[in-house]
C-alpha cells in the first residue's frame, strides 16, 4: 500500500441483520426526507474510526492489533439489535442508529484493545465514549424525531466471530469500504 488512506476498524453484519436494520426505512423516509440512509451493504460496528493516514501506519495499526487481540485471545460473541435512539438526541437528531444489545462487554472490551492499538500504532484516542451502535442514517441539518415514530427491530441474534480493517473511499455516491486486514475471534473455542 502507498499513499494516504482513510481506515477504521469494524465488525460487518449478517445480510439478515442489515435487511431487519432499514426495515424502518420506507415510512421514515417519507416523512422526513431530510434523512441521508447509509446503504445496506455498508451498515457495520465501528470500533475504531482510525482517519486519514499514511497507508503504512495501517499496516502498524494491523500488527498492533493483531498482537493485542491474541495475547488477550477474544472469544466470539453474541449481539442482537437494540432500540433505535439519535446523536447526540432525538430532539435534534444529526445521527439515527440501532443500539446494540447481548455481549456489549466483550464488545465494549474489544473497541478498547482497538484503541490500544491505536496508541501504540500511532493513532490518537478517540475523544468520545465508546457507544454500541449502528449508524442508520444522517442528516444534514437537525431534525426531531419523536420516539414513538421510531422503528422496532426484530431481536436477531448473532455471533460476531471477525473484525476487519477497513480502506473507506469516499465517493460521491457514498462511501466505498474495501476489506485490508481482517482477525477470526474465538479461535479454539468448543
Given at each position: 500500500m502507498e499513499g494516504t488512506i482513510r481506515t477504521f476498524l469494524s465488525i460487518e453484519l449478517p445480510p439478515e441483520v442489515r435487511?431487519?436494520?432499514?426495515?424502518?426505512?420506507?415510512?421514515?423516509?417519507?416523512?422526513?426526507?431530510?434523512?441521508?440512509?447509509?446503504?445496506?451493504?455498508?451498515?457495520h460496528i465501528t470500533l475504531k474510526f482510525?482517519?486519514?493516514a499514511p497507508s503504512q501506519r495501517a499496516e502498524v495499526y494491523a500488527e498492533s492489533l493483531g498482537h493485542?487481540?491474541?495475547?488477550?485471545?477474544?472469544?466470539?460473541?453474541?449481539l442482537i439489535p437494540g432500540p433505535p435512539g439519535g446523536l447526540p438526541s432525538l430532539?435534534?437528531?444529526?445521527?439515527?442508529?440501532?443500539?446494540?444489545?447481548?455481549?456489549?462487554?466483550?464488545l465494549r472490551s474489544l473497541a478498547e484493545a482497538a484503541e490500544e492499538a491505536g496508541e501504540r500504532s500511532g493513532t490518537e484516542r478517540s475523544s468520545r465514549p465508546f457507544l454500541p451502535h449502528i449508524t442508520l442514517a444522517r442528516a444534514r441539518n437537525p431534525l426531531r424525531l419523536p420516539r414513538e415514530e421510531l422503528p422496532f427491530f426484530s431481536p436477531v441474534a448473532?455471533?460476531?466471530?471477525?473484525?476487519?480493517?477497513?480502506?473507506?473511499?469516499?465517493?460521491p455516491s457514498g462511501p466505498l469500504y474495501t476489506p485490508l486486514y481482517s482477525w477470526s475471534l474465538g479461535e479454539g473455542e468448543v
Open positions: 435487511r431487519i436494520l432499514l426495515s424502518g426505512r420506507e415510512p421514515l423516509g417519507k416523512k422526513y426526507p431530510g434523512l441521508k440512509w447509509v446503504d445496506e451493504k455498508a451498515l482510525c482517519g486519514e493485542v487481540l491474541k495475547n488477550r485471545g477474544f472469544p466470539s460473541f453474541s430532539a435534534a437528531m444529526r445521527i439515527l442508529y440501532a443500539a446494540l444489545e447481548g455481549e456489549t462487554q466483550t448473532w455471533r460476531v466471530n471477525r473484525v476487519v480493517l477497513m480502506k473507506s473511499t469516499l465517493l
